[in-house]
């Protein structure tokens, strides 16, 4: 794989020529600013970037009869909004950066775009940042929702670091990267994975193709797996064969219906790129199958998730766990492990010590705490004289 294949699949490389095949998109250059802002560690949004607080809660219908006043209460919502706002000290801390223009911009696409967007970079969405959403969905109707999804995914941290870490022709010693980085907005459609398909062209053949959420067994998939292979065929090659400029490269398209195929997004030809229901061991060396379409083409390799024994762990669920605990569980970091083990002894010992420590008559007390009896002197000893009564008796 070499950087020219990397860059053609830059979103503001491919969009113009293939716009009237996919969704609408606006493309926002990204000011030098930003990009400082998306390098540093910490998740600290800009002050005015929460314009339209409440849209993705537009569609809940209240009932007058509701029995939570708080859901209508407009002043009390306000006070949770400031209850959640920085406070003055941390704000000294944490400067709030300063984008206006730049928000301006991206509230502008959102408006222009139907209100409801999903962000992306020239390569990759934050789809594994989906665990911070409220709805867990790349949905953004607002700039504040985009920057944390932005600033809380590993993919983009990718695309601006290191885009080109697996390209042969790529000399890491040089510091300055040949892209001119957007945030690009895409008009929002509730995803529907079922009709996800992820297609793999090599040598401007289409060898292969295959379900794209390998986490689930849609059983319709094998039942229309031919009506699949031929919609796909036909759009490959009346809107894309020939166009795209690399003789290999890799497609994700949506079917909804028959008859009926979106593209979604390119990607590189190689090991970046997730083979889904495909090796990057035999990809490269991979042909179409030894079937003859109707059009005397060769018919692309087709995979799909056979059965519900067949599905693979969800993708990005590791992302929403902290590496610590992915480390111990995997046991990739011994130190980790021995600190812990260290920890619970030290836990262990301070228990038996503070036990020690007691004296006989608060170990008593605890004792008769247990077994029900009154705890305290008087009571204790009245109970005693009560017991030397019935004795007596």
């Known amino acids: ?44 949004l800009p002050e005015n970037s929460n314009h339209g607080l409440y849209p993705k809660s537009s569609n809940m219908v209240l009932n007058e009869d509701d029995d939570d006043p708080d859901l209508r209460d407009e002043d009390l919502l306000k006070q949770y909004e400031d209850d959640w706002s920085t406070s003055a000290s941390t704000q000294a801390e944490s400067k709030f950066p300063d984008f206006k223009d730049f928000d301006d911009q991206v509230t502008s696409a959102i408006k222009q775009l139907g209100g409801r967007v999903f962000p992306k970079l020239n390569w990759s969405s934050p789809k594994d940042a989906t665990w ?15 920057y944390l999804l932005l600033k809380s995914s590993e993919f983009i941290s990718h695309d601006t670091d290191q885009p080109f870490i697996k390209c042969e022709d790529f000399n890491e010693a040089s510091s300055a990267l040949p892209v001119e980085y957007c945030l690009v907005l895409r008009e929002w459609h509730p995803p529907d994975p079922s009709t996800e398909f992820r297609c793999f062209v090599k040598d401007n ?15 319709y ?17 009346t809107k894309i064969s020939g166009r795209f400029p690399q003789p290999s490269y890799v497609f994700d398209v949506t079917r ?24 990057w061991d035999e990809l490269p060396s991979l042909d179409a199958s030894c079937d003859i379409d109707n059009k005397g083409e060769k018919v692309p390799q087709f995979r799909c998730v ?15 766990i902290p590496l610590d605990i992915q480390d111990l569980v ?58 030397d009564k019935q004795s007596d008796r």
Not at 22 to 41: G, H, K, Q, V
Not at 306 to 320: I, L
């Open 256 to 279: 909804p219906r028959q008859g009926s195929t979106t593209l979604v997004d390119f990607n590189p030809f190689g090991e970046v790129t997730d083979g889904v229901l495909f090796s």
């Open 205 to 219: 053949q289409l060898i292969g193709i295959c379900q794209r959420n390998s986490t689930k067994f849609y059983p």
């Open 1 to 44: 794989m070499k950087m020219c294949e990397v860059l053609s699949c830059s979103f503001p490389e491919w969009y113009e020529q293939f716009k009237h095949i996919t969704y609408r998109s606006a493309i926002i250059t990204l000011p030098r600013s930003f990009m400082e802002y998306l390098n540093t560690d910490s998740v600290v």
């Open 330 to 387: 995997a046991g990739e970091d011994p130190y980790k492990f021995m600190d812990l083990m260290k920890m619970k002894i030290q836990s262990a010992e301070g228990d038996d010590s503070s036990s020690e420590d007691e004296s006989p008559c608060e170990q008593r007390k605890e004792k008769s705490n247990e077994s029900g009896q009154c705890s305290s002197k008087g009571n204790f000893s009245k109970s005693a004289a009560e017991i």
């Open 306 to 320: 056979e059965s519900e024994e067949g599905v693979k762990a969800a993708d990005y669920a590791n992302y929403a």
């Open 132 to 146: 911070i959403s409220f709805d867990k969905t790349l949905l953004c109707t607002c700039p504040s929702d985009i």
């Open 221 to 237: 998939i094998k039942r229309e797996k031919s009506l699949i292979v031929e919609d796909i065929s036909r759009f490959f090659r």
